[in-house]
């Protein structure tokens, strides 16, 4: 036990001290902090600009021209500010007017008008020099269907109840049932939007924080063993030890950075800006499901000793350290399968493929989390899910053990699966 406590002490200090763990730490922790503060940065830069100054010449469909008028004052923040400029007497002489007022700056862009007697309503053109202008041209659209509209009314010579009736907002509430619990219980449209960006977070830090722990375990194995320390080290430390050591240490390494970011990133989100940034959004952090947290920390731990224990069995056959990427590729692929899956699934938590693969202990630390998070899979289903990943883990565990315990003694080329099998007969674990 003492030379297991060696390792791990070993293996923290060096990860801890080492400029590539501190410089990535740092870097990650800036665009965290970066993404925390996003949504106010977006809401800021974004949020207090002045509406878009459309011309038109001052007289043609007033009607229309009004009813825009009135349409944009009755926002809070319109889109569009509407500036009337003085006809000139003939059309062309018109649009040269409105293109001097684009020069001049009064402007960024006009309106013009075109009869349409079978519409009865004239077809609008806007006009402006950016090539794009779509937030500009969708809020004139809006206005000129409601101009439209009440114009229709107005013909149609409808009561003030009527037209109340008429113009009243359907009521609508989106929210997830759950036919596991009481009636009305579920989440509303802000609990979901929460969660789905809750669990997208999650997932990319699991998948993250797996593979870079993992690839740290293969790399540091492989050149203890390419450099002939394996050799010095097998003599006072027995290879079961040696390779939880390094499990446990490099866990408790990266459980470390994975507790400065969590830090940063909640500092970031508790400030009172991001609160109201977030809730414009539709995304309420007072929503958060303090049981997805708990699974999301566990399935970390699951998914990271079931991963990090194939890490260091592949890591130890191979004897270079450039053979050391092909040689995890296939648990690598393993990993990106589950996590490109789990991505698909954030829209459709629901489908086959996600409920069956969320049953695949390889993929459960995604799929099986994915779905906790956004959809309602009965208990059972979350109990086997997590059976299976625990007792897969251990059995990978014994396996993994016997597999190091072979491979960091056989140098040059990679050992066959027949030879893997040879010798580890004559190990017991």
Not at 132 to 141: G, K, V
Not at 175 to 200: F, M, P, R, W
Not at 411 to 425: D, S, V, W
Request: charged fraction near 15%; charge should be neutral; hydrophobic fraction near 50%.
């Amino acid at each position: 036990m003492n030379s297991m406590l060696t390792v791990m002490k070993f293996t923290i200090r060096n990860k801890l001290y080492s400029k590539s763990y501190i410089i990535t730490t740092l870097i990650i922790a800036l665009l965290m902090a970066l993404g925390a503060n996003a949504p106010y940065l977006i809401q800021k830069l974004t949020g207090n600009s002045e509406p878009t100054k459309v011309g038109y010449i001052e007289g043609q469909h007033s009607e229309i021209t009004q009813g825009l008028a009135d349409y944009f004052a009755g926002q809070e923040e319109p889109d569009v500010a509407l500036v009337a400029i003085p006809p000139t007497g003939s059309e062309d002489s018109d649009i040269e007017a409105l293109k001097q007022a684009i020069k001049e700056g009064k402007i960024k862009g006009y309106i013009t008008f075109k009869e349409n007697a079978e519409v009865g309503f004239p077809d609008v053109t806007y006009s402006s020099e950016k090539l794009l202008e779509s937030s500009t041209s969708q809020a004139l659209q809006g206005a000129l269907q409601m101009v439209k509209t009440n114009i229709a009314v107005s013909d149609a010579k409808l009561t003030e109840s009527q037209q109340k009736k008429l113009f009243a907002p359907v009521s609508l509430t989106s929210v997830q049932i759950s036919l596991s619990e009481d009636e009305g219980t579920g989440k509303s449209v802000e609990e979901q939007a929460t969660a789905i960006g809750l669990t997208y977070v999650i997932i990319i830090l699991l998948f993250m924080a797996i593979m870079i722990t993992g690839t740290m375990i293969a790399t540091e194995i492989t050149a203890e063993k390419s450099s002939r320390v394996m050799e010095i080290l097998v003599t006072s430390v027995a290879p079961l030890k040696q390779m939880f050591g390094k499990i446990i240490g490099t866990f408790i390494a990266g459980l470390t950075q994975l507790v400065v970011l969590g830090a940063v990133l909640a500092a970031n989100l508790s400030l009172p800006q991001n609160k109201d940034a977030f809730a414009s959004f539709g995304i309420r952090l007072d929503s958060i499901d303090p049981l997805l947290l708990v699974f999301a920390v566990f399935f970390y731990l699951a998914g990271y000793f079931l991963f990090a224990t194939l890490f260091a069995a592949l890591g130890s056959m191979a004897s270079r350290t450039e053979d050391m990427n092909q040689v995890v590729m296939p648990v690598s692929m393993l990993m990106l399968i589950g996590f490109y899956i789990a991505i698909y699934g954030l829209s459709n938590p629901d489908s086959p493929l996600v409920v069956v693969c969320s049953f695949v202990p390889f993929f459960a630390p995604f799929l099986m989390f994915l779905r906790i998070g956004l959809s309602d899979p009965l208990w059972w289903e979350t109990t086997l899910s997590i059976v299976l990943l625990l007792a897969t883990t251990g059995l990978l565990g014994w396996l993994s053990a016997k597999i190091y315990r072979t491979g960091i003694l056989m140098y040059g080329k990679r050992p066959t699966i027949k030879e893997l099998l040879k010798a580890m007969k004559a190990y017991k674990v």
